[in-house]
């Protein structure tokens, strides 16, 4: 591969983790469409790419994330059972539901999703430090709080209703393992919808969340030759330095503008997801 090549592959792992890292996303989201449709790479090669950059994303996000207070690892322990079930199901699953039907459905969670983050644009907020010692987030003792640095205090937060956190991470594994894509783009509106989670600790939760799972399948892809290290190793570098830059313009930009941010990015996907249920592709090249 030519050293150009190579650098356009460096650039595109940046810019797909800075995005990714600061929207607690998997940059895979970003990265496979960008290598399918400008390096002309094939879709196995670039998943298998796009699961070493999500690895590279999430540990190069996640010392930042830990040392300003804004992941709550109890929490992603928890939620990421529900995950790792939904993705077996899918795994067993796949093939027997039409990729259209789910394209629509994706697309429909998404929207639903974009609403209730929409309707909702305000984080609690706890200024005292204290929350209710009740149910079972707190018998697991997954309160916690962070230091907002944009609101210069410390901000407690409850965590509520485990058990419907549990079954969306469940429907966000499998969603997930049928479509081929991160889960980070389902776990971010379950968090904030369901478990009543601040938008900063979503996101930061969600990018170590993301780095376990893609972990565990890598192996798998390697195994099968589908990870080519001319291709990974600079999307992976690039990945690396980009999720440090998203993660330190998460801590410092303001909840609001993250919500609007990550809301936009819902509807692009959303969009995305319907024109390719219905075989609409506006980057494919004319024959």
């Not at 995005?19 to 940059?27: F, K, N, V």
């Not at 780095?211 to 565990?216: D, I, S, Y």
């Amino acid at each position: 591969m030519s050293f150009e090549a190579t650098c356009w592959l460096f650039c595109a792992g940046l810019g797909a983790s800075a995005a990714g890292g600061m929207l607690g996303m998997a940059s895979g989201l970003f990265i496979v469409p960008i290598l399918t449709t400008f390096f002309h790479i094939d879709m196995h090669t670039a998943i298998g790419t796009s699961i070493v950059s999500v690895i590279a994303c999430s540990c190069g996000g996640a010392a930042a994330f830990l040392r300003g207070g804004l992941t709550n690892v109890r929490l992603a322990v928890v939620l990421e059972t529900g995950t790792t079930l939904g993705a077996l199901t899918g795994v067993m699953l796949a093939g027997i539901i039409p990729v259209a039907a789910l394209d629509f459905l994706f697309a429909g969670v998404l929207l639903v999703s974009a609403w209730q983050m929409f309707i909702r644009r305000e984080d609690p907020a706890s200024p005292s430090g204290t929350v209710p010692a009740h149910g079972l987030a707190a018998a697991l003792d997954l309160h916690s709080s962070y230091p907002d640095v944009a609101l210069r205090r410390e901000v407690a937060y409850e965590v509520r209703r485990v058990p419907v956190g549990l079954t969306l991470m469940y429907v966000a594994g499998l969603v997930s393992a049928l479509l081929g894509i991160g889960s980070g783009i389902l776990k971010i509106p379950a968090m904030d919808n369901a478990l009543r989670l601040p938008i900063k600790v979503s996101t930061a939760t969600s990018n170590f969340m993301i780095g376990v799972t893609a972990t565990a399948s890598a192996s798998a892809y390697f195994l099968r030759g589908e990870i080519v290290s001319a291709i990974a190793g600079p999307v992976a570098l690039g990945s690396v330095i980009g999720a440090i830059v998203g993660a330190r313009v998460l801590m410092k930009v303001r909840n609001e503008r993250l919500r609007l941010l990550f809301l936009s990015m819902l509807l692009l996907v959303a969009c995305q997801m319907v024109m390719h249920g219905l075989g609409i592709d506006p980057l494919a090249r004319a024959e």
